[in-house]
């Protein structure tokens, strides 16, 4: 699947900044990303790089109402560190101001009995990229906003198994199915995901347990290839 056809996927918009006059066009890629955000839990990414990705920035819809929150996963610690939003009128204010940087991957909690709609704007990252796997359990997600395979067209790394667990927004509930990296060979990151490579769309992050400390998830992008 080519990789305009991924980027375009999950309502993403793309507005190159070019001056006609001047014939200058600029190396950046300036988009915005609609993500709906079931009742209850969802766990979703920062996909774009904003001027500032700090949650009141990120995070300051309308949509957004008293009682949401955001819990954020501590590689360390192997916990759950919530923020609970406190809220003036406007505009969304939230407890810790978090930086919460492309590919950073965390749970929105919307205690409203409809779906709401947020909206993320800024740079699509270029480049060498790359997004730091240790051990045990993690939340991870691409940085790039890219719909696709894992592994095939997201470059992450597998090895001997390493597991994926992917949120069900709809059933609150982990997919059953835990797809498990097998190694078929001498070298590590030769394999495949057995039952079969999980897909993620645009903005959404995943769990990820690694049984021992991996190569860093690394990719080079450029939205004209």
């Known amino acids: 699947m080519r990789t305009k056809t991924l980027l375009l996927t999950a309502a993403l918009g793309i507005a190159g900044l070019t001056s006609t006059m001047a014939q200058v066009y600029s190396v950046n890629a300036v988009g915005y990303v609609n993500l709906t955000l079931a009742p209850g839990y ?6 774009l790089n904003a001027a500032t990705n700090k949650l009141n920035s990120i995070l300051a819809s309308a949509a957004i109402e008293d009682g949401s929150q955001v819990f954020f996963w501590d590689k360390a610690t192997q916990r759950y560190s919530p923020t609970v939003p406190t809220f003036f009128n406007p505009p969304v204010i939230w407890d810790v101001d978090t930086v919460v940087a492309p590919g950073t991957g965390f749970f929105f909690y919307n205690p ?15 480049g060498s990229l790359s ?11 691409s940085q790039v906003p890219q719909a696709g395979k894992v592994t095939t067209d997201l470059g992450l790394p597998g090895y001997d198994g390493n597991q994926i667990f992917t949120w069900n927004s709809t059933t609150q509930r982990y997919d059953p199915t835990v797809p498990t ?9 030769i394999g495949a995901w057995d039952p079969a490579e999980p897909t993620v769309g645009v903005g959404q992050s995943f769990f990820y347990f690694a049984n021992a400390a991996t190569k860093q998830w690394t990719r080079t992008f450029n939205v004209n290839n």
């Open 42 to 47: 969802t766990l979703i990414a920062n996909p």
């Open 112 to 126: 409203k009995a409809s779906a709401v709609t947020v909206t993320f704007v800024g740079d699509v990252m270029q």
């Open 181 to 189: 990296f097998v190694q078929t060979g001498a070298t590590p990151d």
């Open 131 to 141: 997004n730091n796997v240790s051990a045990g359990y993690q939340i991870v997600a």
